[in-house]
């Protein structure tokens, strides 16, 4: 059995063992490593991907219930040949990352948030973001840095 | 449906298909919802199935239909989903803000209402306890026909059941009541209750309680009712402050579970206050849409 879904606008097919956590074929297959597996259990929110445009934690999604559907990852999350979103130029700009592990996680999660809502509030993005967690806790000046694209047009593009 | 013999995921589309498949397996096989636990085996070093079944193809079980009378929930429908399409609806309450704080939000979008009642061993399940204080049925499809029957029979029988019996959906009644739902984390969020408390209640033409209904999930192994409690506060007025007071006189009702998480003393301790917060939710939902 295979299954054929979507990867960053790319066709792929997956003829491995069903079973499979997301993370791990687009780690270990497609080296898509941007995704990082860390608690494998669904509470840190690093391998959070887009699946069909919602962040999912993608170490609990077997491949075989993806066929048919559309997986986004940090390196695809830009969109269009970009480099960065607006998500990530402003983490960058306020020099926000620290060790960095979290961040394809943080970023997922706050891209889709700011695609539904592109004015929210401080508790808004808390409330998101409550399933990412920053071992380096640096919490509040993420949400400062997100806070300031907050409410320009296409925030996220 | 795609079947591969020795295959380990097998898609069925319809529930006498399913049904069928993990009749032929006989335990081999287990029913596959959002996945959620079942894909955390690997890192907790425990066997997983061998096999399996995945109902994600199945559209009746993502169903969630809402009318006066009842409200009937596919087995398949999601945290996030059911907090949506409750919201609201003051008498369902307690359900809507269970599944709307469980987890994290990315768990929520995919975690479902059946596996969360189907886990045997998940002390913490969110969903039971407004189920249980909701008078929720569970239908279920196998080998043997279709059955119904209440949450709390399901409860304590599901690891008996055979392994073809399929939960297919949640059916709970609309009476006149209302409900709310308090649960205790020892971080904001993300993480499993250490203890929650459902309410249901309904109040006389004074306000004060005639009928109540109140479960406690995560402190013992497996959440249930709380009668000595709902009986002490009938003609009572639904004050939170008095409703901790009886609480208290009954917790030796109660023998919470040690667990990494947290000992079972404290489990107990926390819980006229829970219930006191769930009482507190009810009164500030006063004035909200109906």
């Known amino acids: 059995m295979s299954v054929t879904l979507t990867v960053n606008g790319e066709e792929r097919t997956f003829d491995g063992d069903l079973r499979l956590p997301l993370a791990d074929m687009l780690r270990d297959q497609l080296r898509l490593t941007g995704t990082k597996t860390v608690c494998r259990e669904g509470f840190c929110g690093a391998c959070t991907v887009h699946v069909d445009g919602e962040p999912m934690v993608s170490c609990l999604i077997p491949m075989g219930t993806l066929a048919g559907r559309s997986v986004v990852t940090i390196e695809g999350v830009a969109g269009g040949g970009a480099q960065m979103n607006a998500v990530q130029r402003t983490l960058l700009e306020h020099d926000v990352v620290q060790c960095g592990m979290c961040f394809p996680g943080m970023v997922m999660t706050l891209s889709a948030c700011l695609e539904k809502n592109h004015a929210p509030t401080r508790e808004a993005l808390k409330a998101e973001l409550s399933g990412n967690i920053c071992r380096c806790t640096g919490y509040e000046r993420i949400l400062d840095a997100v806070l300031s694209i907050s409410g320009q047009e296409g925030a996220v593009k | ?290």
Not at chain 2, 30 to 45: K, N, Y
Not at chain 2, 48 to 70: F, K, M
């Open chain 2, 1 to 290: 449906m795609d079947i591969t013999t020795g295959s380990t995921f097998l898609s069925p589309d319809t529930i006498q298909q399913a049904v069928s498949v993990l009749r032929d397996l006989d335990g081999a096989g287990v029913p596959l919802a959002g996945a959620t636990w079942i894909s955390r085996a690997a890192t907790r070093c425990e066997t997983p199935p061998g096999t399996y079944v995945s109902l994600a193809g199945i559209a009746s079980l993502h169903e969630i239909h809402i009318d006066a009378r009842q409200v009937s929930i596919g087995s398949l429908a999601t945290h996030a989903g059911i907090a949506e399409a409750l919201t609201g609806c003051k008498d369902l309450q307690a359900l809507a803000m269970a599944a709307g704080m469980s987890a994290t939000p990315a768990i929520r979008r995919v975690a479902t209402i059946g596996g969360n009642i189907c886990t045997t061993a998940f002390a913490p399940a969110d969903l039971v306890p407004p189920l249980l204080v909701l008078d929720a049925e569970v239908e279920i499809q196998g080998s043997g026909g279709t059955a119904i029957l209440p949450v709390a029979e399901f409860m304590s029988q599901r690891r008996d059941r055979a392994p073809s019996d399929l939960v297919c959906r949640i059916i709970i009644p609309r009476p006149a009541r209302r409900s709310a739902h308090a649960r205790l984390t020892l971080r904001k969020a993300g993480e499993y209750p250490v203890a929650h408390v459902s309410i249901a209640v309904a109040t006389d033409a004074l306000d004060r309680i005639a009928e109540a209904a109140i479960a406690v999930g995560s402190v013992e192994a497996t959440a249930r009712r709380w009668p000595a409690l709902e009986a002490a506060i009938v003609g009572l007025a639904p004050d939170p402050a008095e409703m901790k007071q009886v609480a208290v006189a009954h917790l030796k009702d109660f023998t919470g579970r040690d667990a990494v998480d947290a000992p079972g003393w404290y489990r107990e301790r926390v819980l006229p206050g829970l219930v006191a917060r769930a009482f507190q939710a009810l009164a500030d939902s006063e004035g909200g849409a109906s």
